[in-house]
């Protein structure tokens, strides 16, 4: 299986806007924003999978079809902010992506279960 990485930076200015100031594919060594990856030949970007983990570093949220690292990068000089996310192989089966789920440290928690276990974390506060 072959995984891709993906960055995002946010400056201060980008963010009052909502919008990102360059996207595009990472990997070992170097960035390459979007314009210039969609220009690229199809596999250009693939990393195996202990390549891209490692690339990331981690920790991970599950996003439900791609996992977004924790921990975004902060250049305190600049403001600017750069997030990475990993990407499976689009034709990665349910149970594929549940077991990478678990190999990656993180599962998908439903939402009335985060909630529940919220109120149980909190019953004796004002929630």
């Not at 996207?23 to 970007?45: C, R, S």
């Not at 202990?50 to 990068?73: H, K, L, Q, Y």
Request: hydrophobic share 30%.
């Amino acid at each position: 299986m072959r995984f891709t990485v993906t960055y995002s930076i946010i400056t201060p200015e980008s963010a009052e806007d909502g919008e990102a100031v360059e996207h595009g594919y990472a990997f070992p060594g170097g960035h390459d924003p979007i314009e210039v990856a969609m220009k690229q030949p199809e596999g250009t970007y693939d990393l195996r999978l202990r390549e891209a983990a490692e690339w990331c570093g981690g920790p991970f949220i599950n996003c439900g079809s791609w996992f977004d690292v924790a921990d975004a990068v902060e250049n305190y000089r600049t403001g600017e902010v750069t997030s990475y996310s990993l990407h499976p192989p689009k034709d990665i089966t349910p149970s594929s992506y549940r077991r990478l789920a678990r190999l990656l440290g993180t599962e998908r928690v439903p939402f009335e279960s985060r909630v529940r276990q919220f109120k149980e974390d909190n019953a004796d506060s004002h929630y």
